[in-house]
């Protein structure tokens, strides 16, 4: 039996290693040309050549585009909006999921939908009633819009889907309160959802562009307008500081990512249940 | 016990109200900010599609009823054509695209729990992290790739003879091709996550009691893992489906130059409708605004309907 | 599970709680500043510009330029630069709010920026000080003036497009590099021809993925060709533009594949692979810091001291009218000195970019940097890109999707040049001009 295990795992880490290889071989490359001498060739670098260089172009980097300054206002309205999907986008998708009302269909529609249109077409107008209202370069300004995760209340009913009708009955009869059951039951329940959703909702946040460099000016740098700045068509910015910055800001969302997969844990066991 | 019971319908009237007031209470967070910011610039950009808003309108549109949309469905006109160019890419890149992306992903999710807790550790973290690096730069190392003659991949393309002595960024079909490449690199840590995550949901006992009755890894893959994923599965392809109609990042940075007509590459050969839609956007020129609209709109229309299919098809098999 | 949850509750609560906080403090009255002057009778003025002038360099002449201007000019409190680039620029102005007081952006959308906000009326500076009107290049200035004589911008920024040559590689092929410039286009493609003998690759593709080298090729004919637009339809004709195909046709000969601007062409050319790129001057501090050996030459004429190429892209400021005089008049003011004498012979000087004011662009002691003294020879010659602030079609670009067929060999150069017209017929339609 240990053999055969043990067997299969060899069988199955090979795909695994050739996707594996896919995945960090161009990061690996980006890496080796960030840490090789100006006067190699780019684009064909695997290995690393100089130590010193990359240093230096790591450091040019960090001051250039004040990274510290944009990794901390992205990071603080990030965090902003994810808390605010998580909260509303599990209450959304507890009340869909569960429970049949007037006008469910209706109002399930146009969640749907509001995901088909691009985002392009309704930023103008968008942006012109957010700065109407006072709120142009805010944190509530910016986090407000993006807390309408469409996307979210997805992810979170395909993840209630699994949860047996019968916790909801039992809480019932023991006479919870609506919300009382969303709080106390559901939502642990839900955890892998919500840590899913969460690190993802965070990613595609952190790497928004088009709506954060409209709504902000001076107070508030986003890490990606920062990273777009340093990448503009219009003039020349050493190409191995740009790769630095980009390598640089793909650190945080990874370690988000890290940290809160930790924390995804095995499935529903049976003694949850009451009989 | 995987299909949910319909609520019983044996309540009292009263309650039922009241019950329906929960209801809409715990909608109200979302939809409250939902509707402020985005049914009503949603219904804006909708209602536009039938002005000649432009640059030039100030606020003053005037209403042309469908002027914009037969204008773009005429295929007269330089933003008809291209916009009709950009339909044919995408009819071939989204099949390409999510069935290549999909079953990477998938295949991912499900081997990854046969390893053991190092490997499992370890592999997970590696298959998210092309979805971590700013896609700027990770297409634009998969560009050097692809460089004509001297890049890696390319080269590697060329020796099983695909795509011999070929400018992949600025060849039709290719091109395309390119894209999806790029793609599938990026976007399947995204599908991998939700996935793997939902894998994680499925109780353990069952696995163990498939081990009693001596099932290999794959039957227990076959068999308990697939069916039970399924509702996520469905979720991940069918925003999929809705992600990859509305392409545009990545060839938008491929493609990307000073002028506006660049985009998509010469003879529009990675051009999608999104990139025409903002083209029309920042152009200027009359009606540019409300034409990108109806593009919008008309793009919307197909997106829905191939969700309806999907959401159709899901009911009657499942 | 309990005690899971208790401790989950907490966290969530205290984030809850540091995110009010945070929204509390961050969340303020939005960008409205007053339009009129502030309680001490000074205006604060907010200048939108390309993100290279607030970096490095740029940044500290710019820095300087704000310090100058606040402490000469008494009615105005501070000055705010804040970096936007075309596409945000753009999008930004056309949603009429949040605009600033002036700004720094292509020539290209001028069109756009006239129809979509009311720009300032800059006449005022031109009639005021003849002197300081007259130093640009009549071409620049006539374009930023309007159809009813007045002027709406201050031309400020240019640039040609250059070609590097690496003078090692062409020492290696045997080229005499100090006494051979480029100066016909058939001493170009001898110097091609060398390199390739010596086993290096010459140059990179000059028709694919990239309007700015079939473009710049097409510039070299611009005396010849009747440039305008009547009645929908472009006033070029396609017997004028012919010649520039079968010269692409020619490059593609010594072509490594490559397209223009890529990360490839340039890699190659920094480690000695190519001989001949071209490129925009702002790529210039890149091979310094490479350590390349190069000289730079203009894209070169069909005869000796000829005409020669290159399609010339223009930087202007504009100013945004505030419905408040005083306000209007400080703007006009720090237009007038972004587009001095002195604020653009530093800028070209310590930049080595090239502006608009031909009074800088031939002043010797401006063109301190090699790079500058071929750029002021390039804007004597080439074409603009486009009829700038008369017309939003970006004629030349039509050119893009025409150039590879030709070098494919599915057009000859005469279908080439009539495709050509076609499409560019076919976007002054779609502006409706």
């Known amino acids: 039996m240990k053999n055969r295990k043990s067997r299969e795992r060899l069988l199955w880490m090979i795909p695994c290693v050739i996707w594996g290889f896919v995945c960090l071989f161009p990061i690996w490359v980006l890496f080796s040309g960030t840490f090789s001498r100006d006067s190699e060739n780019l684009v064909n670098v695997i290995f690393p050549s100089s130590f010193t260089n990359g240093i230096s172009k790591i450091v040019t980097a960090l001051t250039t585009i004040d990274i510290g300054r944009a990794t901390l206002d992205t990071m603080v309205y990030s965090a902003f909006t994810v808390l605010g999907i998580l909260i509303i986008s599990s209450l959304a998708a507890y009340e869909f999921s569960f429970f049949k009302f007037p006008g469910k269909k209706l109002l399930f529609g146009l969640v749907m939908v509001s995901m088909m249109l691009p985002q392009v077409l309704y930023i103008i107008p968008l942006y012109r009633m957010v700065y109407n209202m006072g709120l142009a370069d805010t944190l509530l300004g910016i986090s407000l819009p993006m807390m309408v995760a469409p996307l979210a209340v997805f992810i979170m009913m395909q993840f209630i889907e699994d949860l047996p009708q019968s916790f909801i009955e039992s809480a019932r009869i023991d006479g919870a309160g609506h919300f009382t059951i969303y709080w106390k039951i559901v939502l642990p329940l839900m955890r892998n959802g919500i840590l899913t959703t969460a690190v993802l909702m965070f990613m595609r946040i952190w790497g928004q562009y088009l709506w954060p460099s409209l709504i902000t000016a001076n107070k508030i740098k986003p ?53 | 016990m995987k299909k949910k019971e319909k609520q019983t319908q044996k309540k009292p009237r009263g309650s039922l109200k009241k019950e329906y007031l929960m209801n809409y209470l715990g909608l109200l967070p979302f939809f409250s900010l939902f509707l402020v910011f985005m049914l009503y610039p949603f219904v804006y950009g909708i209602a536009m599609s039938f002005t000649d808003w432009s640059v030039s309108s100030r606020g003053k549109v005037n209403f042309t009823g469908l002027a914009n949309y037969k204008f773009i469905l005429s295929g007269e006109g330089v933003s008809s054509e291209r916009f009709l160019t950009s339909l044919k890419n995408l009819l071939i890149y989204v099949p390409v695209t999510l069935l290549i992306g999909m079953s990477i992903a998938l295949m991912l999710a499900l081997i990854i729990n046969n390893l053991g807790r190092k490997g499992y550790g370890f592999f997970r973290g590696v298959f998210f992290t092309p979805y971590a690096l700013p896609l700027f730069i990770g297409a634009g190392i998969w560009q050097w790739f692809m460089t004509p003659g001297t890049g890696r991949v390319s080269q590697l393309f060329a020796k099983i003879g695909i795509g011999v002595g070929v400018d992949w960024a600025n060849t039709a079909i290719y091109a395309i091709f390119m894209v999806v490449l790029i793609d599938v690199w990026h976007a399947t840590g995204f599908n991998f996550v939700i996935l793997n995550a939902g894998t994680k949901d499925i109780s353990p006992d069952l696995y163990d009691a498939a081990e009693l009755d001596g099932a290999t890894s794959w039957q227990k893959m076959r068999y308990i893992t697939i069916p039970l994923l399924e509702p996520i599965i469905f979720m991940v392809v ?12 990545i060839p938008y940075i491929l493609s990307s130059t000073t002028d506006a007509n660049g985009i998509g590459g010469p003879g529009q050969v990675m051009l999608f409708p999104v990139m025409e839609m903002v083209r029309n956007v920042y152009l200027g020129s009359p009606s540019g605004l409300g034409r990108a609209a109806a593009e919008g709109v008309i793009l919307m229309g197909i997106i829905l309907l191939i969700t309806l299919i999907q959401f159709r098809f899901r009911r009657k098999n499942v | 599970m309990k005690h899971r949850n208790n ?28 339009k009129k002057a502030s309680s001490d009778g000074g205006y604060d003025l907010v200048f939108w510009t390309y993100s290279d002038m607030v970096l490095n360099d740029q940044g500290k002449l710019m820095d300087q330029w704000v310090k100058e201007f606040v402490e000469e000019n008494d009615d105005v409190n501070s000055i705010t630069v804040v970096a936007k680039d075309d596409a945000d620029l753009l999008t930004s102005l056309m949603a009429g709010v949040g605009l600033p007081d002036m700004f720094c952006a292509s020539a290209r959308d001028a069109m756009s920026f006239q129809r979509a906000i009311d720009l300032l009326d800059l006449t005022p500076i031109y009639e005021g000080d003849k002197e300081w009107a007259d130093g640009f290049y009549k071409g620049a200035r006539a374009a930023a003036t309007n159809d009813e004589g007045k002027n709406f911008a201050v031309p400020f920024m240019s640039f040609v497009p250059l070609i590097f040559r690496n003078t090692d590689v062409l020492e290696k092929a045997g080229i005499d590099w100090k006494n051979e410039p480029l100066n016909t286009w058939d001493d170009f493609y001898a110097q091609c021809e060398k390199v390739k003998a010596a086993g290096i690759d010459a140059t990179h593709s000059w028709s694919t993925g990239h309007f700015t080298c079939p473009a710049g090729i097409l510039a070299c004919d611009a005396p010849s060709l009747t440039i305008g637009h009547e009645n929908g339809k472009t006033t070029v004709k396609p017997e004028q533009c012919v010649r520039a195909f079968e010269t692409m046709l020619t490059m593609e000969k010594y072509s490594n594949g490559t397209t223009y601007g890529s990360q490839a062409a ?70 007038k000195k972004m587009g001095s004498f002195e604020t653009q012979k530093a800028f070209t000087k310590v930049i080595g970019r090239s502006t608009l004011r031909q009074d800088v662009m031939n002043d010797p002691e401006a063109l301190t940097l090699d790079v500058a003294k071929v750029l002021s020879r390039g804007l004597n010659a080439g074409m603009p890109q486009m009829e700038f602030g008369h017309s939003s079609v970006f004629w030349v670009s039509a050119i893009a999707d025409v150039a590879p067929r030709v070098t494919s060999g599915e057009l000859t150069p005469q279908q080439g040049a009539e495709e050509f017209i076609k499409a560019v017929n076919a976007l002054y339609t779609e502006a409706g001009e």
């Open chain 1, 223 to 275: 890490i990606s307008v920062a990273i777009a700045n340093i990448i503009s068509p219009n003039y020349w910015v050493d190409s191995r500081v740009k790769i630095a910055a980009m390598l640089i800001a793909m650190l945080p969302p990874l370690l988000i990512y890290i940290f809160f997969q930790k924390r995804v844990i095995e499935g529903v066991t049976a003694s949850g249940i009451k009989e």
């Open chain 2, 238 to 249: 069918t925003y999929g489906f809705i992600s990859a109609l509305q392409v545009y990042d």
């Open chain 3, 7 to 34: 401790g989950k509750r907490m966290i969530a609560l205290i984030l809850t709680l540091v995110m009010v906080c945070t929204a509390l403090s961050g969340c303020g009255k939005g960008d409205d500043s007053g």
């Open chain 3, 266 to 335: 340039t890699e190659a050319f920094k480690t000695g692979a190519l001989g001949f790129l071209c490129a925009g001057p702002w790529t210039e501090p890149d091979y310094q810091q490479a350590g390349v050996h190069y000289d730079i030459q203009l894209i070169p004429a069909y005869e000796k001291d000829g005409w020669t190429g290159g399609c010339q892209g223009q930087d202007w400021m504009y100013g945004v009218d505030s419905k408040d005089a005083g306000r209007n008049d400080a703007i006009r003011r720090w237009l």
